[in-house]
C-alpha cells in the first residue's frame, strides 16, 4: 500500500525540482535526506547545521521545560491496539477539512521565524506542504509576507494571528490575508504575557536578533548557516525583517547593539471574547483559536460561532507545566465533538501520534518542529521528507489497528490504562 500519490509517486520528481543549491543534484538530496530514517534523527541533524542560539530556539520550552517533556510522556502514555484480521490493503490517510481534501490530517503550524532556519524557510515550507496536500499555517511573526506566500502555487493557506494592542492594525493584517485569498483565520490566544525562555538569554538570542560577542561566536562555528541563511539576505539588502510589523516596532530581525528594549511589545494583554466576537464579523471564512485547553472555553468558542479550536499548550513554549494537550482531549471533545472542528498539536513526532489524537477525537493535527528540523537541514525538500515521515509511520499504525481509512480510526483503537 502506498499514500496519496501526492505524497508518493508523483512527490519524489517534485522534490528533486527544489533541491537546494548547496547539494549537488536532486538524486543527492533524497539520498542524503533519506538517511534521516525518523523525526529524531532529523532534530539530531538539526542541532548540528544551526548555531545553537537559533537551535535552541526552535527546539526548547520555556522555563523548566515539564510541558515540554510532559507532551511526549502523555504521548508515550496512550497505548495502542492491534486490529485483527482486517483487509487494510487499501489504507489511505486522506482526509479532509473545511470541505476540502488533504492528503492526511495534518496541518504546518504557525512558527515565526522560520525564515532563520532557512533562507526564505516560510517559502520553502509553503512549498513542502502544497506537495504535501496539506495546510500551511503562516504566523504573524513571520519574515514572509502575506502576498509573497499568496503567489505559491497550490497550497491551502491559513493565516496566524496575534492580536496586537493597536486592534486597528490587527484588522488591517486580517484584512490583508483575506484579499490574499487566505483560507482560515487562527486567533492565537495562549499568550497573553512573554514566555520565559531562559536559555535565549543565556545564548544572548533573541528577535529582533541583537549583535553579541557570544551570539557572533556561536554563529561563526557554523559558516554553512551563515553562507546559506543569512549572506543571502545581507547581499540582498539586510538582515530580514519580520514582515508584518509596521516599521520601528518590531520589525527587523536584528536591532543595533545595547538597543534591544527600544522595540515595542505590540501584542495585547487584554483580549477578551469581545475580540473574538469582532473578529468573526470581519472574518467570512473558517475562523479558529488556538490554546484552549478548557472544554468550557472549547463551548464558548462553539456559541461565538468558531469553526475550531486548537488544543495547545504551544509545544511546551508557554505556559510551563501546562497540560498536554491530548490529556484533555477526551473532555473536551465530550464537550464539543460535531459542532466544532477540533485540532491538536504539541508533542507529535510519529505518525503514531496522529493516530492517537483522531483516536480520541481530534478532526486533525498540527505540526511544528518536525518539518522546521527538516527544514534546516534541506530546505523544501528537508520539510517534505518530514511530512513523509510522519505520512508513512501513521500509514503504517493504521494497518496495525485496522483502520483502512481515517474515518475507522476511533476509540477502540487506543488503550488508556
Ligand atoms: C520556533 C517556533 C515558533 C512558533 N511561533 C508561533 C507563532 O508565531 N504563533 C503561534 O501561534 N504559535 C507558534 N508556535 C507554536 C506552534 O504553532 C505549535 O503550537 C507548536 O510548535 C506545536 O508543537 P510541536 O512543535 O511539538 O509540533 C511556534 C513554535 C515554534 C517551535
Not at 542541532?47 to 526552535?58: D, I, Q, W, Y
Not at 492565537?188 to 541583537?210: G, H, K, L
Request: proline share 7%.
Amino acid at each position: 500500500m502506498t499514500g496519496p500519490p501526492i505524497l508518493a509517486g508523483a512527490q519524489s520528481s517534485r522534490v528533486e525540482a527544489a533541491a537546494p543549491p548547496s547539494l549537488a543534484n536532486a538524486s543527492t538530496t533524497s539520498r542524503v535526506l533519506e538517511r534521516y530514517l525518523n523525526i529524531a534523527d532529523l532534530r539530531h541533524a538539526s542541532r548540528k547545521r544551526l548555531p545553537r542560539g537559533v537551535f535552541e530556539f526552535f527546539d526548547r520550552g520555556s522555563e523548566d521545560e515539564l510541558s515540554l517533556a510532559g507532551n511526549r510522556e502523555a504521548f508515550a502514555r496512550i497505548k495502542l491496539r492491534n486490529k485483527v484480521l482486517v483487509d487494510v490493503s487499501q489504507r489511505t490517510t486522506a482526509a479532509s477539512l473545511f470541505g476540502k481534501p488533504l492528503s492526511m490530517p495534518l496541518a504546518i503550524a504557525p512558527t515565526g521565524v522560520a525564515g532563520v532556519c532557512w533562507h526564505e524557510g516560510e517559502m520553502e515550507l509553503a512549498r513542502a506542504a502544497a506537495i504535501a496536500g496539506i495546510p500551511f499555517t503562516l504566523a504573524t511573526p513571520s519574515v514572509t509576507s502575506i502576498e509573497k506566500i499568496a503567489a505559491v502555487e497550490g497550497v491551502r493557506k491559513w493565516f496566524q494571528l496575534y492580536m496586537w494592542r493597536d486592534r486597528e492594525l490587527s484588522y488591517k493584517l486580517v484584512q490583508r490575508a483575506a484579499d490574499a485569498g487566505f483560507e482560515a483565520l487562527i486567533l492565537t490566544v495562549d499568550t497573553p504575557v512573554p514566555p520565559i525562555r531562559e536559555y535565549n538569554r543565556r545564548n544572548a538570542f533573541s528577535v529582533p536578533y541583537v549583535p553579541s560577542l557570544r551570539s557572533l561566536f556561536d554563529m561563526s562555528l557554523h559558516p554553512r548557516w551563515l553562507a546559506g541563511v543569512i549572506l543571502p539576505y545581507l547581499l540582498a539588502g539586510g538582515m530580514p525583517k519580520l514582515a508584518h510589523y509596521p516599521p520601528g516596532a518590531h520589525s527587523r530581525m536584528a536591532a543595533p547593539a545595547g538597543r534591544q528594549n527600544a522595540v515595542p511589545n505590540l501584542r495585547g494583554d487584554d483580549l477578551t471574547w469581545d475580540d473574538v466576537k469582532r473578529l468573526r464579523d470581519v472574518w467570512k471564512g473558517p475562523l479558529l483559536i488556538k490554546g484552549v485547553h478548557l472544554p468550557e472555553d472549547a463551548a464558548r468558542a462553539v456559541v461565538e460561532g468558531l469553526d475550531g479550536i486548537v488544543i495547545s499548550n504551544h509545544g511546551g513554549r508557554n505556559l510551563d507545566s501546562a497540560v498536554a494537550p491530548i490529556q484533555v482531549l477526551p473532555e473536551i471533545a465530550a464537550e464539543v465533538a460535531g459542532k466544532t472542528k477540533i485540532i491538536l498539536d504539541s508533542g507529535i513526532r510519529r505518525g503514531g501520534d496522529i493516530v492517537k489524537a483522531l483516536a480520541l477525537g481530534a478532526d486533525l493535527v498540527l505540526s511544528g518542529r518536525p518539518a522546521l528540523y527538516g527544514l534546516s537541514l534541506a530546505g523544501q525538500a528537508g520539510a517534505l521528507h518530514a511530512l513523509s515521515l510522519l505520512r508513512k509511520e501513521m500509514e503504517t499504525t493504521m494497518g496495525f489497528t485496522g483502520c483502512a481509512s481515517v474515518a475507522d480510526i476511533g476509540p477502540r483503537a487506543v488503550w488508556l490504562g
